[in-house]
């Protein structure tokens, strides 16, 4: 697990909703400033909206299991339902979990996502 800090600003928009029909919804991102550009893949992240901050799961890239459009930012935010379209997000990278990978099935993706969220919880535990 590599750390690759990086600093993602821009508005939330409407994404493809695929993660949510998987149980990991995102919020899609518009960057309008990067800072320290690191490769696609997964990475624990914190993302402040309107104020308050959250954790989460990043994913930047293309998706491979279901390709679909361009390259996305998208961050699954832990235990948060608000509707945040339209408002600016501030993400910053923790730590890379991975890079992107073709699962065999939606199902293979699911349980690989799962993994995911608890390493990811792991790691922003001891960063409040």
Not at 11 to 33: D, M, Y
Not at 63 to 78: K, M, Q, R, S
Request: proline share 5%; with cysteine.
């Amino acid at each position: 697990m590599n750390e690759h800090h990086q600093i993602i600003e821009g508005i939330v928009v409407q994404g493809k909703q695929l993660g949510r029909t998987i149980g990991f919804p995102t919020a899609n991102i518009r960057p309008e400033s990067w800072e320290g550009h690191g490769p696609n893949g997964v990475y624990a992240a914190w993302c402040s909206v309107d104020g308050a901050r959250h954790p989460g799961m990043l994913n930047i890239g293309l998706h491979p299991t279901v390709p679909e459009g361009a390259p996305t930012v998208e961050i699954n935010l832990f235990d948060f339902h608000d509707d945040i379209y339209g408002m600016r997000a501030v993400v910053e990278t923790v730590a890379y979990l991975r890079g992107e990978v073709r699962f065999g099935s939606v199902e293979e993706l699911r349980s690989q996502l799962k993994r995911d969220r608890r390493l990811s919880m792991e790691i922003l535990k001891g960063e409040d």
